[in-house]
């Protein structure tokens, strides 16, 4: 079933595709494809790049970011041997008009189809799970009433280490490659890389790979030398080689890298041909390995059949949890693209169009892992182990690292730590697993200490991060990175932190009393108590009727009606609730201040009005373009609490209205204006301030899938784990009938099912699990591996 059709695609719901029937998007319309190490992007031209492990320290292909262009991928020519016309099989390079073009964005791969002189041709981009390489299948129809003689040309350029490698002339002469072929193979390897050595010494280092691409057919002839490829002064779009028909099999040391084979397909009228290329990178000690992986995928049939494992795999990972409610664009974002953009992307990937990286981000990642929960709550325990063992002895944290070459930094951040408890807790609601607070973590600095006692220097160095005030120090910011001069001297405050701790301190006290130490946890709810009084005293502005979101170093306000811009924020509205910090009158202003200022077409905004011109003593967000991103955008990330604070004040229009208004595939049937891909959530949206309103950006990002998914199952369908079971407590449209959920929890399965007959918005009247009455809303842990029906009534 097709749905969500505009002029540029549609969802293929049954097969869990976005067809993209245009490669004329308003912008790359990209898949990242990332089931563990080997990852690739591939937009709807063929644009993109392929890494293994981290996309900027481990880069195979270059790539250059250019979303106007969109000029840089992995590309197949095809040439008509007997006229010499040349296209490409995705729209780029060449630009041929095709007579039928579709870009089929799947789960772990991608398929370009195309229709050009008589040709329709089928390109599939697909990473095997646990192989460090990617697989294009090639599908030819030869539709005409003639025999055609074709020669294809794959082409891309060679990185092999850290990207970009912006000073080309000096890394091509450390790249050498080589042919063999026996076995339709081009071999590439560098001796340099600028991570360091065992020793210490930068610059000395090869890079530790061994990077290989090869073809099924038998190649006709290799190219690694882009100069003989393109011609001095050449051009993708019609390269000489393609043009005359032959490569020149020149490699060795002495060239600008690339990558190209030529094969030969001859396709009688009315019959298809098969080819497919690898492209891999194996240890180097391990060279071995790539050949026996070369052997097997010069069968095409491997390609196939590598295809229907990469299809296995993803939607084994996404089968644990399913919804279906009347709202199609929830159902299309719970079941498929928000767990899915979370993990191949988010925490494999790392990486992106719009933010190539590949590092860890201390917060980033704990919060993405999330999405694991109710899929396999065993990969957030992997994360938040992972996570801290980049926390040192006083508690404090990298605020990023790089997996490969283990650096990181990055500053002091008053949040970063404390998504370590954050984190923990949630994984602990979800699965009762309380073994893994015992589990012994080493430290950066130092000797291994039990999870538990991470968490715990967690919260004692922030709570010892306070001003005299008794308010959490901003330091180099909290979690608007923007914010980077507010605590510059050590003096900022945050109200976010103190409402962020306010959130952490009840489940850590509840922690510590199980564990037997009532001590800690009454000393816990005391900080908490007077955190929120702090809060209340020095965060409240009676003027607008709303918290404020921090103070400088200089004792200045942010977030008060005093302010010139900036006069009200989100967060301290939204995490006031979360927190419980606000109450009665103050929890009733808050909330307005949000529906009433922050409330927008594009979704909740961060802040308004937006910063007009820099504030020296504010930081970065002040000095991006008004309404653009942390200036008074709409974060999706931000956006996501702000439903589920909604949720919090039982105001289900409004939170219903804001996922509407979050929600990328209702965004993206005005393309036009929003631009970017309709099955992804962006990081951010243009804010009013901007002149680009309702505008996406910085799409596949950190932080909104998880939460808006998280958001989606616990607070809007309400099915949320706590600490004694399975909460069951919607928050729904008063129009829906009824709405289904299936999900794990703690080694059983439910099968909800939620009627709603009086058409009400909340309010379990009534429920039943395998038939008996339960008492109020909460299921119990049955833990048995089998499958339980519930059936819920509301009103
Ligand atoms: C980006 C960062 C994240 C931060 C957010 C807000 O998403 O990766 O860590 O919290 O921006 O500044």
Redesign the pocket.
Known sequence: MSRFESKYGYFDEAAREYVITSPHTPRPWVNVICPGDWGVIVSQTGGGYSWRGHASLNAITRWSQDMIRDSWGKYVYVRDDATGEIWSLAWMPVKRNPERYAVRHGLGYSVIESSTMGISSKLTIAVPPGEPLEVWLVELVNEGSVDRELSLFTYFEWCLGVSPDWHREFHRTFIETSVEPEISTIWARKRFWEIPNDKGTPWNRSWEYTAFHASSLDASGFECDKERFLGMYGDLSKPVAVERGYLSNSCGKWTDAIGSIHVRVKIPAGESRQVSFVLGAVEAQHESEARTLISKYRDANEAAAALRRVSQFWSGLLEPYRVQTPDEAFNLMQNTWLPYQAISCRLWGRTGYYQPGGAY?F??QLQDSQIFLPLDPSQTAKQIKLHAAHQYVDGHVDHWWHPISERGGGGLYSDDLLWLPYVTTGYLKETGDYALLDEGIPYRDGDSESLWMHCIRAIELSLSRRSERGLPLILDGD????MNAVGADRRGESIWVAEFLCTILPDIAHLARLRGDSDLATRYEKECRSLADAVNTYGWSADGGWYIRAVCDDGTPIGDPKCRYGKVFLNPQVWSIISGIATGDRLKSAWRAVVEHLSTDAGPILFAPAYAEPDERIGYLTRYAPGVR?NGGR?T?AAAWAIMAAVMVGDSSEAWRMYHRVCPVRCGCSPDVYKVEPYVTP?NVDGPDSRRYREGGWTW???SAAWLFRVGSEWLLGIRPEWDGLRVNPCIPANWDEFHVKRKFRNATYEISVRNPRHVSSGVSKMTLDGGEVEGNLLPALGDGKVHVVEVTLG
């Open positions: 981000g917060r980033d979690w608007n990175d923007g942390e974060y990330h990081g990002y950190t932080g």
